[in-house]
């Protein structure tokens, strides 16, 4: 592995991601260079993250339950990804927020289609889009409408390079984001971009945990030989930048610090045509 990914002048970037931090964690650096190239690049967010009530928690300094305490967390996020944006430089009209539920995108995948009814939201107790700020609000909670708005944003912004969770990525949400993009992808035969895929949840990686901006993010040893892996370097003001703009997570990065900064490395890492792990529908 160690091929370098590099951008074009006429390259479309399209970055899809299950919560807010993943931008940073998995293109931080990426949108920087595409930002200073002037190559138009947007971000999608499948969830607001309004699930993590343990991170609300630490944030808030009191235990957090309340269905509307939820929905708060998804706002707050959500205003942590515009923050994050401005670091990078990145266009906040160039994020876009879906707004489905945290921890439940796979269940919708699995189970949500044509007659079922739409999902409800254990946690926030709605079962549609809650979010004034979302790309459709009151969208309900089901696995055609998702596929929809994904369909619809790759219309809308044909995208050369597409950059959204690879296969093997054992969170939820991240699996159902892969399924839900290669099934969107299959279906619009008339947009075929470059797909890239990232790695954010796996078993024991990335080693070693915590901040180590000279290190080169490498992929774990049971899958470096599997897949075909590029990496993008970062310049020392690029990896910088992209820690400064993770901070802006706050609600995350009071929670799992060590966690995050293992990806403000000197490269990020993707995987081209991102194929293996979950199963599709």
Not at 115 to 140: D, G, L
Request: aromatic residues 12%.
């Amino acid at each position: 592995w160690g091929e370098e990914l590099s951008l074009t002048p006429n390259d479309r970037v399209l970055i899809m991601v299950p919560h807010p931090d993943d931008e940073v964690l998995c293109c931080g650096g990426l949108m920087q260079n595409a930002v200073q190239n002037q190559v138009p690049v947007e971000v999608v967010f499948l969830t607001n993250g309004d699930y993590n009530r343990w991170s609300m928690t630490l944030y808030r300094h009191h235990p957090v339950f309340r269905p509307s305490a939820l929905l708060e967390l998804g706002e707050i996020r959500r205003k942590e990804a515009l923050s994050a944006a401005e670091v990078l430089g990145v266009n906040q009209n160039a994020l876009v927020f879906l707004g489905y539920p945290d921890y439940g995108t796979l269940t919708i995948w699995e189970h949500h289609w044509g007659s079922s009814p739409a999902f409800e939201n254990p946690h926030t107790k709605v079962s549609a889009v809650p979010y004034a700020t979302a790309y459709r609000p009151n969208a309900p909670y089901k696995a055609e409408e998702i596929s929809r708005d994904i369909q619809a944003i790759l219309q809308d912004f044909h995208p050369t390079k597409v950059f959204y969770p690879q296969g093997a990525d054992i969170m939820s949400d991240h699996r159902a984001l892969y399924l839900f993009v290669n099934a969107a992808l299959q279906q619009l035969k008339e947009i075929q971009p470059q797909r890239y895929g990232y790695l954010i949840h796996a078993k024991n990686w990335p080693r070693p945990k915590g901040l180590h901006q000279a290190d080169e993010l490498k992929p774990p040893s049971w899958l470096a030989e599997t897949g075909s892996w590029v990496m993008f370097p970062l310049t020392a003001d690029q990896v910088g930048r992209k820690l400064q703009a993770l901070k802006k997570h706050h609600t995350q990065y009071g929670y799992s610090r060590n966690f995050l900064t293992s990806f403000v490395r000197m490269n990020e890492l993707f995987e081209k045509e991102p194929t293996q792990g979950a199963e599709e529908r």
